[in-house]
């Protein structure tokens, strides 16, 4: 029999740090110097992620900011291990031109698509804050990227939340003809969130160190060569996008595998608090509860002051 470990990685179109990972092949040689393999669950939702944790299906898995948080709240057992720098310009909530919507405050009433449970509802439930209005002010439609895209161009929704590169190639099918209602700067970080199940990591902290390291690594080697990544992309088709499109997409992002900081759980706080307010969350979360100190391949990163583990 043989003795040799396997770590469980959840991969999907939305979180392109673990995609381009998978797709580089990399990780496999590091981890089978350390007796180890991986195994990639791969899926096309994002959210998902948290539910396969909860199912004993996935060790390690990343998504944007709102999962875990839902995740926590529903008592499903994970710890967050790191986090992407801010990607501020990723995405926007947008309207056509002539549909009366030209601030947060027109969307009172209003069908918006968008990925519920993603950062697009992170934005969604900032921008309305501001102009005092509620997540139940508004009807959302939820769905996946392709179907939102293909229900604003055709007029199906008022407004859309989305992110590049479904952004723009809408754009180029309107003639650039979109009102931008939110740019994704405005309201949120829109960073990328990995986590990982708490009784893997606490078993095997040297296997996700391995996979953080590795990442790390990726994400590096994508910033100093976007074409090179945007082509492993537009190979494998992920949403029908070609390499040029990729490597625009790829170069308007942040490419950095960082710590959890004192920062971060305060950001991922205030999002849980504002989700409570708006009833899109069952109960109140403490997110430093899921925090434990940085593993080795990221304290380098970690810039000295308060300690936010536990």
Known sequence: MSNERVIRIGVHPYNLSLLVLKLRGSLEPVLASHGASVEWVEFEDGRCTVDLIGEGAVD????????????????????????????????????????????????AGRSVALMDGSFHTD?????????????????????????????????????????????????????????????SGEFTTNRSVWYADAAFAAESPDLLDVVLETLRDSDRATAADPASAAALLAHGDVAGSGAGDWERTLRGRTWEVLPVTAEVVAEQQDAADRYLRHGLLAARVAVADLVPPPLPALRETVTPGPSNGR
Do not use: C, K
């Open 60 to 107: 390690v898995g990343g998504s944007g900011s709102m999962p875990p948080i839902v995740a926590q709240a529903d008592g499903i057992g994970l710890v967050y291990v790191a986090v992407s720098a801010p990607r501020p310009q990723v995405g926007a909530l947008v309207a056509h031109p002539g549909s009366g919507i030209t601030g947060v405050a027109d969307l």
């Open 123 to 183: 934005l969604l439930a900032r921008a309305l804050d501001g102009v005092g209005l509620s997540y139940r002010d508004v009807h959302t439609v939820d769905g996946l990227v392709d179907e939102g895209m293909r229900q604003f161009l055709e007029h199906e929704v008022d407004a859309w939340v989305a992110n590049d590169p479904h952004l723009t190639r809408a754009r180029e099918q309107l003639g650039g003809e979109l009102v931008e209602v939110v740019r």
